[in-house]
């Protein structure tokens, strides 16, 4: 760790291949593929893969060509699908990258199966088809007009039929069996090939849900899966900033922009290292709203008081020892009292946003192990 680092982001890249195992367990049969889109949610797309492929993981998918690649200049040896599906000429760049698209249009299938011919090689792909959620795969017209004219299907093989539930996270919800009643019909009019309907909620749904494959996402990064359950998921991820200045102020004196806070004591306020600009909400802040989950120093609580900033935020840190809340210290912000969904749920977000925000400006610091 560097002298300079004013805020650390600590991976338990142990923690996320336990937390693999468990969904790899749980998925009972079916292959369970990593996600490790948005550089491994925030974490580093290659220590996080690298972890996984230790773990037993042979499949990745992602977002972006360029995640992609990096994907595989870090495992040559894994199978890697990009989720974007296949953007005009980009084809070319597909096997030279060692990565499959997901195809999710006609004429995205079209084009892959021109250039596959173009080039005489059996290229793989997957599809996506969709069954309710209106942003990428093929339409219901789309697929029922491949199946009248299948031909493009000759020109490479197709190795996965996927879809995605809208409300995987929400067992109740009606929306789960309509897609995979329309999953089902869809996909017999495509080619045979292993199916995907699941993520981490949809593979806690039941083995109904999790077909050939299964996509684990959030819950690998400890993340909650299914809205209302206890998360089993082991917490993987801690982030800690330091102590900038300590000040004594007077009760009725006020913190940060817009004097939102005014404080009803003679307090001493810790100024911590992270901002919005590091990915920490500006609407964390309170309590000018929704309560807020405090800061941790030295595993005492120290609650956050006036606006998040765009560098730094306030804390209250007058019931800590001041020998431990000096300038310096390290405050937590996620960690073992303040999971992902804790600071989502104040927030007024999700799990998955809170950690794909956290920035450049932490120092990352990767935990191994078994």
Request: with cysteine.
């Amino acid at each position: 760790m560097s002298a300079a680092a004013r805020g650390l982001l600590t991976v338990d890249l142990a923690g996320i291949k336990a937390n693999w195992r468990w969904l790899a367990a749980v998925a009972r049969g079916a292959e369970c593929a990593g996600v490790v889109k948005a550089d491994a949610y925030g974490l580093g797309i290659e220590p996080v893969a690298k972890a996984l492929w230790e773990a037993g993981c042979r499949t990745f998918f992602v977002a972006t060509l360029s995640e992609g690649r990096r994907l595989k200049v870090a495992l040559p040896a894994a199978t890697a699908y990009v989720l974007d599906g296949l953007l005009p000429a980009t084809a070319p760049l597909y096997p030279s990258y060692g990565l499959r698209p997901v195809l999710g249009s006609r004429s995205e299938i079209e084009e892959w199966a021109a250039y596959a011919r173009s080039v005489g090689a059996r290229l793989p792909a997957a599809v996506h088809i969709d069954t309710g959620m209106n942003r990428l795969g093929m339409t219901v017209e789309d697929v029922e007009a491949v199946a009248a004219d299948p031909a493009p299907f000759e020109a490479f093989p197709v190795t996965l039929i996927m879809s995605h539930l809208a409300c995987g996270d929400t067992p109740g919800s009606p929306m789960n069996a309509r897609q995979k009643a329309l999953f089902d019909a869809l996909r017999a009019k495509l080619p045979a090939a292993p199916a995907s309907l699941s993520n981490s909620a949809g593979t806690l749904l039941g083995a109904d849900y999790r077909y050939d494959l299964v996509r684990a996402g959030i819950a690998l990064y400890g993340g909650r899966a299914i809205e209302g359950r206890p998360n089993p998921a082991a917490k993987v991820v801690r982030v800690e900033a330091r102590i900038l200045q300590v000040r004594q102020a007077e009760a009725g004196s006020t913190v940060g922009y817009g004097a939102a806070y005014t404080l009803t004591r003679p307090s001493r306020l810790a100024t911590i290292a992270t901002g919005y600009a590091d990915g920490f909400l500006r609407s964390i802040s309170g309590p000018i709203g929704r309560p807020s989950p405090p800061a941790y120093v030295a595993g005492y609580p120290a609650p956050i008081v006036g606006r998040v900033s765009m560098d730094v935020v306030t804390v209250d840190v007058t019931d800590i020892p001041a020998a431990l809340a000096q300038r310096g210290a390290w405050a937590e912000l996620i960690g073992r009292h303040v999971g992902i969904d804790d600071l989502a749920d104040s927030s007024g977000t999700i799990g998955y946003e809170v950690l794909t925000r956290l920035g450049p400006r932490f120092q990352r610091v990767y935990l191994h192990g078994s």
